[in-house]
């Protein structure tokens, strides 16, 4: 059974960082490109970033640039986001993703004084 | 970035009705990196089409993908109860992708 399972979301006041995991089972991981996909309440999905299955490719949504880093650990199955500087605009539901068709449940990021 | 704006925004519709869902975008999709996706409140997105026209394994035949360049219709030929949801476009090509911001269908 395919799983993915993130990690990580909290409260945390604007200008504040987070780290998000995803970690992964039932499907070989190292194959995928995976990606971090956001949606704020009431709205649709939005793309956030992605990653190549050697790690070796990073792409981001214009402003995550200079503020998020995606990295992965293929020995562990493992996707991440690390969140730095974070505005209020941040705030949404964070879902992991293998390719089109795994998603997981997503970890509620809120950005708030 | 390319836009993808749906429409409409809602669609009413019955049980056994047809229902037809529009999404165009601002630049031309040339490599077919176009997929479809249903949400249902408290859900994350389910994979329905992929590559325009390609149904994801599981999916019902009654959802199918069509379209070109700019435009693309995802269709249900008969809605089930099941059916009733918000359903976005995603252009997966590149940096950025983009979804657009859905149709919900409603009874």
């Known amino acids: 059974e395919v799983q993915l399972v993130e990690s990580g979301g909290d409260l945390v006041q604007p200008g504040g960082s987070l780290r998000l995991s995803c970690v992964t089972s039932g499907f070989t991981f190292s194959n995928y490109w995976m990606n971090w996909v956001r949606q704020a309440p009431g709205k649709g999905p939005e793309w956030v970033a992605n990653i190549k299955p050697d790690g070796s490719i990073q792409n981001y949504m214009d402003s995550g640039k200079g503020r998020f880093t995606i990295s992965r650990d293929n020995a562990k199955n493992s996707l991440y986001l690390q969140m730095n500087s974070l505005r209020a605009e941040d705030t949404a539901i964070y879902y992991c993703s293998a390719g089109l068709g795994y998603w997981g449940q997503g970890t509620l990021v809120t950005v708030s004084s | 970035e390319n836009v993808l704006t749906q429409s409409p925004g809602t669609l009413s519709l019955s049980p056994g009705e047809r229902a037809t869902l529009s999404c165009r975008a601002s630049q031309t999709v040339s490599s077919s990196r176009l997929a479809w996706f249903q949400q249902k409140p408290g859900q994350a997105p389910r994979l329905l089409i992929s590559?325009?026209?390609s149904r994801a394994t599981g999916i019902p035949d009654r959802f199918s993908g069509s379209g070109s360049g700019t435009d693309f219709t995802l269709t249900i030929s008969r809605l089930e109860p099941e059916d009733f949801a918000a359903y976005y476009c995603h252009f997966y090509e590149g940096s950025p992708q983009t979804f657009g911001q859905g149709t919900k269908v409603e009874t």
């Open positions: 590559g325009v026209s």
